[in-house]
C-alpha cells in the first residue's frame, strides 16, 4: 500500500526506453501530460484526484539494490545502465488541476516538465494513480449528488481490487463527500471518519436474535447500530423496541438499524413505522446492498424514509465506468512542440494550460484548452505545485480537498449535475493552439 515503492512497479518499455534514451544522450528537457481523451457513458464530468500521491512517489522514487541487481542479471541492459539506476531520483516540475476539480475531456489535469529519461519512466505510476482515484472520485461524487442530505459511508474494500485499491478508494470517495469509510486504515493514514455496525455472522452465531442486540450493544454503547433482516425484517425491528426500553435504563441508546437486503424501500417504510409506534423516531435507518447513485435517485425519489447508506462495490469498482481512456504523452521535447497523429488518438502538442469561464451567478460557462503562454481570459486551473524534484508547498489536509469538491460540484450547470447525460459541458481549443496543429501537421507531410 505504499505508493512510494518499489520503483519497478512499472512497465518493462519504460526501462526499455530509458536505456535508448541514455544511449543516445537523449537528457533534454521533456513534457508530458495526463489527460483523459473522452469521458465514459453517462458521465457528465471528471473529478481529478492522486495527486497527493503522484507528489509522494515523485518525490522518494529510487531502485534499490535488490532491483538494480535483478535488472542487472536479467541480460536485456548494458553495464552502465545501472549506475545510471543506483542515482536515479525525480528533478522535474509538476504543474496539476488541485485535488477535486471538475475536468473534461482533452483537458490536461497534470503536467510534469523534466529530462526525457526521468518523465519517461514515471508514466506508469503516475497513470496508475490518477485513474484509479479520478474514477473512483467522479463516481462517488454522482453519489453525493443524487443524495446530496445523505449520510454515505464507503463500505468497498472487500470488492475492491486489491489492498491499495481499497485504501485509496476510501480516500477517493471521502474527498468526493462522503461522510466515512469503513476502512480501518484509511481512518489511520488519512484521518478519515471510520463507520460500521455488525455482520449477519454476528446475529447467527447467538442462539436468537435479540441476545444478539444485546450483546453488541453491550460491545459497543455509544455506537449501537442493529442489523436487522438476518431473518424476518419486521420482527426484528419490534425486537428493537423491546430492546431499546431495556437499553435505555443502562444509559445505552440505540442510534440506528440497517437493512441489507430485499426491497429496501418497502422495508424501510416498515420498519420506520415500527420505530416510530415504539417512540423511537429518532432511531435511524441505514441501508447497504448493492448501492450506486441509480439506486440512491430511486429509493429517495420513492421517498423511502432512509438516513444513510453504506456504498460499497459499485463505487469501489466504479462497475459500470471500471476504467478511463486517459493517457499521459509527450507534448515537448529539446523546446519543440510534439504531436502524436494516431487515429483516434492524436493529441494537442505543447505545454497547455485550462482556463475557466464563469457566468454571473458562479457556475461554470466554458473552458479554453490553450498553449500555457496563452493570453486568455479564465481562471488558469493547472497550478505550480513541484519544482526541482521537490513540492512547492505543503500538500492541502484532505477536509480541505473535500471542501474544494463540494464547491466544485455546486458550480456544475444543473444539467451536467444530474445522473443522465447531458449536453457535453463546453471546451473549446484556443485559435493558437489550432493554428499549431496545422503548421506541425503541415510539417510532417
Known sequence: ????????????????????????????????????????????????????????????????????????????????????????????????????????????????????????????????????????????????????DKVLVDFGLRRAHGAEAGLYAARASY?????????????????????????????????DEETAFEHFAHAQPNHVVLLIDTYDTEAAARKVVTLAARLRGEGIRVRGVRLDSGDLGAHARAVRAILDAGGLNDVEIFASGNLDEYVLARLLGEGAPIDGFGIGTRVDT????????????????????????????????????????????????????????????????????????RRIRATPALAEIRRRTAQQLARLPAPLRTLHPAAPYPVEVDPGLKALVRRMDEEQT
Open 1 to 148: 500500500m505504499d505508493c512510494t515503492a518499489p520503483a519497478t512497479l512499472t512497465d518493462l518499455y519504460e526501462l526499455t526506453m530509458l536505456q535508448g534514451y541514455l544511449e543516445q544522450g537523449m537528457h533534454a528537457r521533456a513534457v508530458f501530460e495526463f489527460f483523459v481523451r473522452r469521458l465514459p457513458p453517462e458521465r457528465n464530468f471528471l473529478v481529478a484526484a492522486g495527486l497527493e500521491q503522484v507528489l509522494d512517489y515523485l518525490e522518494s522514487a529510487h531502485f534499490t539494490p535488490e532491483e538494480i541487481d535483478w535488472l542487472a542479471r536479467s541480460g536485456r541492459f548494458n553495464r552502465t545502465f545501472p549506475d545510471y539506476l543506483a542515482g536515479f531520483r525525480f528533478s522535474g516540475d509538476v504543474h496539476a488541476m488541485p485535488e477535486g476539480t471538475v475536468f473534461f475531456a482533452d483537458e490536461p489535469i497534470l503536467r510534469v516538465s523534466a529530462p526525457l529519461p526521468e518523465a519517461q519512466l514515471v508514466e506508469t505510476r503516475i497513470i496508475n494513480l490518477l485513474h484509479l482515484q479520478t474514477l473512483i472520485a467522479s463516481k462517488a461524487a454522482r453519489c453525493v449528488l443524487a443524495a446530496p
Open 175 to 207: 474527498l468526493a463527500g462522503f461522510a466515512a469509510t469503513s476502512t480501518v486504515a484509511a481512518g489511520i493514514r488519512f484521518a478519515i471518519p471510520v463507520s460500521g455496525t455488525m455482520a449477519h455472522s454476528f446475529v447467527q452465531a447467538h442462539e
Open 318 to 389: 466504479s462497475a459500470d465506468a471500471p476504467y478511463l481512456d486517459c493517457a499521459y504523452k509527450l507534448e515537448e521535447y529539446e523546446g519543440r512542440p510534439r504531436r502524436k497523429r494516431s487515429e483516434g488518438k492524436a493529441t494537442w502538442p505543447g505545454r497547455k494550460q485550462v482556463f475557466r469561464r464563469y457566468r454571473d451567478d458562479g457556475t461554470m460557462a466554458g473552458d479554453v484548452l490553450a498553449l500555457a503562454d496563452a493570453a486568455v481570459q479564465g481562471e488558469p486551473l493547472l497550478e505550480p505545485c513541484m519544482h526541482g524534484g
